[in-house]
């Protein structure tokens, strides 16, 4: 069974930073395109940045283009977040989710929920005002 576990989550100050790590275990997710989504309290889940197999394409919510970077590195089975000039409503628990192989490759990647099959247990990013 593989798993994804979210890490790198906490409380910081706005304008400050976080990487996310997302790290997967029981197999690797190369061959997979990856997602980040986020989810805050009374909302729908929206997306934020996914990444393709190899990593060579990415796409990121309006919302956090030229703040947050999405990245990977397959050798060590994990996608990052890099999250930098963080606001208040970035606030949210942090998801990271595999893309379901049944969707097939396709171009623009993926900013559907329903269109990921496999979730992480989510992280925590808090930001004070």
């Known amino acids: 069974q593989v798993m994804l576990v979210e890490s790198g989550g906490g409380l910081v100050q706005a304008g400050g930073s976080l990487r996310l790590s997302c790290a997967a275990s029981?197999?690797?997710?190369?061959?997979?395109?990856m997602g980040w989504f986020r989810q805050a309290p009374g909302k729908e889940r929206e997306f934020v940045a996914a990444?393709?197999?190899?990593?060579?394409?990415?796409t990121h919510a309006d919302s956090v283009k030229g703040r947050f970077t999405i990245s990977r590195d397959n050798a060590k089975n994990t996608v990052y977040l890099q999250m930098n000039s963080l606001k208040p409503e970035d606030t949210a628990v942090y998801y990271c989710?595999?893309?379901?192989?049944?969707?097939?490759?396709?171009?623009?990647?993926?900013?559907?929920?329903?269109?990921?099959?496999?979730w992480g247990q989510g992280t925590q990013v808090t930001v004070s005002s």
């Open positions: 989710a595999r893309e379901d192989e049944k969707r097939g490759r396709r171009w623009p990647l993926s900013i559907a929920p329903n269109e990921y099959d496999l």
């Open positions: 029981g197999r690797t997710f190369v061959g997979y395109a």
């Open positions: 990444i393709s197999l190899g990593g060579g394409s990415t």
